[in-house]
Nanobody, 128 residues
């Protein structure tokens, strides 16, 4: 079992930035790919980004590409999502997730069912 705990959410003005963290309980953290999703009120869960276990590959959703950066520190068992140039439409609950499945460019990682573990979520609110 892997436990994931997000932190770092809050209220920020449009154009600002936030850094989210995802602390994992697994000692073999590098064996898991780490993803971020978000869900706004009345909308479906949306893929944000994913990073491979050794940080060799990253993929981003179109809505956040060139603004968000995903990273991880396996020595600390922490994944990160740096969010820059935030927009009101970025407002959502952000979830981190971990997967032990094979990561490829085929796009399976955009599906929530591809992930094995989920955090509880952290609220990000961007004001205009």
């Amino acid at each position: 079992q892997v436990q994931l705990v997000e932190s770092g959410g809050g209220l920020v003005q449009a154009g600002g930035f936030l850094r989210l963290s995802c602390a994992a309980s697994a000692r073999t953290f590098s064996n898991y790919h780490m993803g971020w999703f978000r869900q706004a009120p009345g909308k479906e869960r949306e893929f944000v980004a994913v990073i491979s276990g050794s940080s060799s590959r990253t993929y981003y959703g179109d809505s956040v590409k060139d603004r968000f950066t995903i990273s991880r520190d396996n020595a600390k068992n922490i994944g990160y999502l740096q969010m820059n140039r935030l927009k009101p439409e970025d407002t959502a609950v952000y979830y981190c997730a971990a997967s032990s499945r094979m990561l490829s460019s085929g796009g399976s990682y955009v599906q929530p069912s591809w992930y094995d573990y989920w955090g509880q979520g952290t609220q990000v609110t961007v004001s205009s």
